[in-house]
């Protein structure tokens, strides 16, 4: 469910239920954002097998979506991932509805990708990834101290594109990429870790 692709190494528990407990909860001002778990398969069911959220991710990612594809890739392929330390995910929540999943936004340690997220279409318009996105980004600089964030984007993607760009983050690549939806042209943007803390103060 995000744009990057499986890879990783031997982490210290392979069972997914180990992988939620180890990296913390994150709040912004109108979000929490909660590690993943199992149980928010059927929520993910609901929300994410949809064209306009699936044509710009990887083409992993099948299409048409199977019944249980969310708890198929949350058990045998997210969270045993997070528990290698290379991938960290948080469902997306509203404060003021915080038992109801709408998107998730994802970090993860690969090359040239290092972002992604999806949001429910009906809560899209309002900033919520934006602020999401400030948040786990503080994360990869402030705590896992990662110097650079990279973040691939298809060209069609605009919406995508004007968080980065709202972010400070550069373009630095151009070029074709296979996506869920086809080859499109690509970018590749980026923001190290001193432009960010820059940015902040």
Do not use: H
Not at 57 to 71: F, I, N
Not at 113 to 126: I, T
Request: charged share 30%; proline share 7%.
């Amino acid at each position: 469910m995000s744009t990057s692709s499986p890879a990783g190494r031997s982490g210290r528990c392979s069972r997914a239920e180990d992988a939620v407990a180890t990296y913390p909860p994150l709040e912004t001002a109108r979000l929490i954002l909660r590690p993943i778990e199992l149980a928010d398969a059927p929520a993910m069911q609901r929300l994410f097998p949809r064209w306009e959220i699936v044509q710009y991710l990887d083409t992993w990612v099948p299409w048409p979506y199977p019944d249980d594809g969310a708890e198929r890739y949350l058990r045998d392929f997210l969270l045993p991932t997070i528990a290698k330390e290379r991938w960290w995910s948080w469902s997306i929540r509203l404060k003021t509805a915080p038992e109801q999943l709408i998107g998730v936004i994802d970090l993860f340690d690969w090359t040239d990708d290092n972002r992604a997220f999806w949001l429910d279409p009906a809560y899209q318009g309002r900033g919520l990834i934006s602020e999401a996105a400030d948040a786990v980004t503080d994360y990869w600089f402030d705590v896992l101290k990662r110097p650079v964030l990279r973040a691939p984007k298809a060209v069609a993607n605009a919406a995508s594109i004007r968080i980065s760009e709202k972010q400070g983050m550069r373009l630095i690549r151009t070029g074709d990429k296979e996506y869920r939806g086809g080859m499109m042209p690509s970018q590749l943007w980026e923001i190290t870790r001193e432009e960010w803390q820059a940015r902040k103060r």
